[in-house]
């Protein structure tokens, strides 16, 4: 294993004091429990929209926070979820008196430690909402949920969501609109090399070079099948068809091509072109998109896409200011 760290057993502490470091205009930081959030929560009146789960995906969930998105984000060991204590905790910093919406990828342990820390606020009087992301389509069920992944979709619901919230949009409102965009977005991912958890100092899977899978997990789940490496052109249409299959993206789209961690710009920008040609082919007309490192699975070679049917409602509040260490516009 070569990475640039200390002690394996201090990744997550260690990267966290960095990125305070690195980003001390836009957030807070909370060491003992650990969570990070915008320097000017609570923002009194507004909706706060927390998030969190395993570190190792960067820059998801941190990345994100600050104005335009999330109050809070809660990194837990990597790829294992915060405990409640965290979350309750970001989850108070950031009320401002109009509620908080958790926002929650679907794996299991996810779910059941940010359901303990709403029930816990909502003890202390703090009026919780919530939203499971659910947008995978490669799987079913994995060995991490029951139901499908929540992946890149996050990224998108986290901006718009937020959006929403900045404008002033009561919990009851930002629930809706988050239902909305979990209900029209979709995702699939693939992998031509497995990631290499610190603690663990060796591949989480073993993938030979002459071979890729499609459909992988964020964490190193396996996805629907392992085949023989093939052209851009063929790997994009294997992600991009199930996409099409489970929504009708017609018409005007969020687009997202985006970096498991390993894999350079150049083939990021490459694979963009083929996933856009077979989308418009389909009827899908992008009318915005990213391209890059968004949700990522530490030191993983591949791609994943994102695709989100978007009206105009969507589109405004996309196109709305965002001044994140990991987002940023308009600001």
């Known amino acids: 294993?070569?990475?640039?760290?200390?002690?394996?057993?201090?990744?997550?502490?260690?990267?966290?004091?960095?990125?305070?470091?690195?980003?001390?205009?836009?957030?807070?930081?909370?060491?003992?429990?650990?969570?990070i959030a915008r320097?000017?929560?609570?923002?009194?009146?507004?909706?706060?929209?927390?998030?969190?789960?395993?570190?190792?995906?960067?820059?998801?969930?941190?990345?994100?926070?600050?104005?335009?998105?999330?109050d809070a984000a809660v990194p837990g060991a990597v790829f294992t979820s915060p405990t409640p204590d965290p979350i309750l905790a970001a989850t108070k910093a950031v009320d401002g008196g109009a509620g908080v919406l958790h926002i929650v990828k679907n794996y299991t342990g996810d779910v059941l430690n940010f359901e303990m820390a709403a029930e816990l606020a909502s003890m202390e009087g703090i009026e919780v909402g919530s939203i499971t992301v659910d947008d995978d389509v490669a799987v079913q069920d994995s060995l991490?949920?029951?139901?499908?992944?929540?992946?890149?979709?996050?990224?998108l619901l986290e901006k718009i969501v937020g959006a929403a919230a900045e404008e002033g949009r009561d919990l009851a409102a930002v629930v809706e609109l988050a239902k909305k965009v979990n209900g029209q977005g979709r995702s699939m991912g693939m992998a031509l090399t497995s990631c290499t958890v610190p603690a663990a100092g060796k591949p989480t899977f073993d993938l030979p070079d002459d071979q890729m899978e499609i459909g992988i997990g964020i964490h190193g789940e396996p996805g629907r099948h392992r085949e023989p490496l093939a052209p851009a052109s063929d790997i994009a249409r294997q992600l991009v068809e199930p996409i099409l299959a489970d929504i009708d993206a017609s018409g005007p789209a969020i687009v997202m091509l985006n970096g498991m961690g390993a894999t350079p710009l150049i083939e990021l920008y490459l694979m963009y072109a083929e996933v856009a040609a077979i989308l418009e082919k389909s009827g899908v007309q992008i009318a915005r998109n990213l391209v890059g490192n968004y949700i990522t699975s530490l030191d993983m070679a591949g791609c994943s896409v994102t695709v989100l049917k978007a009206d105009d409602e969507l589109l405004r509040l996309w196109d709305a200011p965002v001044n994140t260490p990991g987002l940023r516009w308009g600001a």
């Open 1 to 35: 294993m070569k990475k640039l760290i200390n002690d394996p057993k201090n990744v997550v502490e260690e990267a966290v004091a960095g990125f305070e470091a690195a980003h001390g205009d836009l957030v807070t930081v909370s060491h003992d429990p650990i969570f």
């Open 39 to 70: 320097t000017d929560a609570p923002v009194s009146g507004k909706v706060g929209l927390v998030s969190g789960g395993g570190s190792g995906h960067e820059p998801l969930h941190g990345g994100f926070v600050g104005y335009g998105m999330l």
């Open 144 to 155: 991490y949920t029951a139901g499908r992944r929540g992946v890149g979709l996050t990224v």
